[in-house]
């Protein structure tokens, strides 16, 4: 069996946990780490490797322009320091890694490398740093500033920044503390040196007055997205240098830069491929190939990149980024062109039907859209595109199955043979994730327990999703009764609602007033 490793994301933070939630103990200490010193202990018994601890800078304030909601309802707030609470997982464990929440927007270098590495050293090497720029202007307003530092900027200073602290961490030497009393050397002064590190946003001289820690440096965690151009992705090369990696070979080529570069195949000289990195929030209104990519003079040209074909509106594509037409990419007059960015299998012919492009998709369904087979695609290429057609090869064998299931008057026995009907025509193997979304009404008491005890532990994963409705008669009331008055104005709010959104929450309203007046119970019945 392969091997492979097990973090856990404490999302919200150091805060309190389960507030107004079923169960919550009134007696629960929240201002005090135990419960987060437990969830460390229960990690490492279950063998995970690393327990990363969220944090932020600020009591929100986005929603109505106001900190109201998050403080009544104790959302993002209150949160403690992740860096404070540190020495208590230290204390109760001995093997899970611990990673603190540190941003290289607001700490200056200096703290940031003597406080990673005093935990280092306390934890016998066990501290990595997830790295984070902050996003918030609230969190910036917090420092001093008047909004938050612009994107591309924060992130050209986490570049200099993670330089900076890589610095101060290098500059012991491994075995500078001699501790030789025959010498009455406790430092051998000629293995720790001065930095001076000047950069562009970051000034400091060093070395730290903490020596060089277990590991020598933490284990950096960047979180974010396949953004290459991004300083500390792993496709970087200053992270890779800065995690002691190996760099890429000659023969891998990264395209790491937000204009269009040509690089040559290192075996096949009359091949180049022309690419650009990923690039985060590029606008809509930017159209990739709107003027033209210049070409390397080679018998096959092909092209690399991630944007959005116009008029692509299958369900679950996701938003739109650096969009193209068809025109405007058969116009390029490359061979053949590689895209990225949506999920799905999707060809584009040029006038000859010859296939000129493709998304790949991705190779594994990870959302409920993106049910069916997913591929990896093989083909061959000469310089007017692709030769025949692909051959599709799945590397995972599971697929996601959704089913739709009109259940209106059925009972259990029946809704099992729907289903079962429904999953015959669909194909779905053992191997599949399932999940069923059962639609239509239905009269109070009648359950799902045989659906769930028929199909739980026959297919890899089994998710049923009961969105039935209960069998209330909506139409035909009496206004004179309480929840005849409710039906009638709500039914007013739904028939002036100006959107298909807002027109499903109130009659999601409707029924969750019908269940409490007329059940005397309401449940989360009617979203997922």
Known sequence: MSKFHLGWFLGPGITIQGWNEPGFAPGYDWTKPDIFVDAARALERACFDVFILEDSSAVPYAYKGSMDFYLKHATMTPKFDPVMLTPYLIQATRHIGLAPTLTTTFYPPWLLARSLSTLDHFSSGRIAWNIVTATSDAAAQNYGLDKQIEHDLRYDMADEFVECVSQLWDAWEPDAVVMDEGTNTFIDPSKVKVVNFEGKFYKTRGPLNVPRSPQGRPVFIAPGNHDFCAPLS???????????????????????????????????????????????????????????????????????????????????????????????????????????????????????????????????????????????????????????????????????????????????????????????????????????????????????????????????????????????????????????????????????????????????????????????????????
Request: hydrophobic share 35%.
């Open 234 to 528: 792993l496709y970087s090369r200053e992270t890779q240098k800065a995690r002691g990696m190996r760099p890429w070979s000659d023969n891998v080529i990264i395209f790491d830069k937000a204009d269009f570069t040509a690089a040559y195949h290192p075996l096949r000289p009359d091949v180049a491929v022309v690419g650009r990195a990923f690039l985060q929030n590029v606008p809509t209104s930017e159209r990739l190939l709107g003027k033209r990519i210049s070409r390397p003079t080679a018998d096959i040209n092909l092209l690399l990149f991630h944007g959005s074909l116009d008029g692509y509106n299958r369900e679950g594509a996701g938003k739109i980024t650096a969009p193209f037409s068809r025109e405007e990419l058969i116009s390029q007059g490359f061979s053949y062109t590689a895209l990225g960015h949506y999920h799905s299998f999707n060809q584009i012919l040029d006038d000859s039907a010859t296939i000129r492009a493709a998304y790949a998709g991705s190779t594994a369904g990870r959302t409920l859209s993106e049910d069916g087979a997913r591929y990896v695609l093989l083909g061959s290429v000469d310089s007017n595109g692709l030769i025949g057609e692909f051959e599709k090869v799945e590397v995972d064998p599971r697929r996601i199955c959704v089913l739709d299931i009109d259940v209106t008057g059925a009972d259990s026995p029946q809704m099992v043979s729907q289903i079962e009907r429904e999953m015959a025509e669909r194909e779905c193997r053992p191997v599949d994730i399932v999940a069923v979304r059962l639609h239509g009404r239905v009269h109070k008491g009648a359950t799902t327990s045989l659906v769930e005890q028929t199909f739980q532990g026959s297919y890899f994963h089994f998710r049923l999703f009961d969105r039935r409705l209960p069998d209330y008669d909506i139409e035909n009331y009496d206004r004179r009764t309480v929840e005849g008055r409710f039906i009638e104005e709500m039914k007013k709010s739904i028939d002036s609602a100006d959107t298909e959104e807002s027109r499903k929450l109130w009659d999601h309203a409707l029924y969750y007033g019908l269940d409490a007046l007329l059940q005397g119970e309401v449940k989360p019945t009617y979203e997922d």
